[in-house]
Nanobody, 121 residues
Framework: QVQLVESGGGLVQAGGSLRLSCAAS????????MAWYRQAPGKQRELVAA???????NYADSVKGRFTISRDNTKNTVYLQMNSLKPEDTAVYYC???????????????WGQGTQVTVSS
């Protein structure tokens, strides 16, 4: 089994910054893509940013130029640096990882428990 544990959420004023972290642990052979999603109240979960094992990234248009996704493959950890935060960034942020399991050799998709980010105006 694989677990994803997120940290770094909180309350921040508009224009401020937060850094989210997500550490994967368990029966990991390798991690393929990692990503951050978010879900605001009453809205569908949406992709915020993703990063491949090789470091290629893509972002939602709404966060381009403000958010940066990165990963440390030695620590099985993905980060999301969020700058110039806006009230509309308020949501629960979820980490996602596609992992090759070291016991089954299958690729499975895993989710973290979510971390709340609240941006006040």
């Amino acid at each position: 089994q694989v677990q994803l544990v997120e940290s770094g959420g909180g309350l921040v004023q508009a224009g401020g910054s937060l850094r989210l972290s997500c550490a994967a642990s368990g029966t990991i052979f390798s991690i393929n893509a990692m990503a951050w999603y978010r879900q605001a109240p009453g809205k569908q979960r949406e992709l915020v940013a993703a990063i491949t094992s090789g470091g290629s990234t893509n972002y939602a248009d709404s966060v381009k130029g403000r958010f940066t996704i990165s990963r440390d493959n030695t620590k099985n950890t993905v980060y999301l640096q969020m700058n110039s935060l806006k009230p509309e960034d308020t949501a629960v942020y979820y980490c996602n990882a596609n992992v090759r399991d070291s016991t089954t050799w299958r690729n499975n998709n895993y989710w973290g428990q979510g971390t709340q980010v609240t941006v006040s105006s």
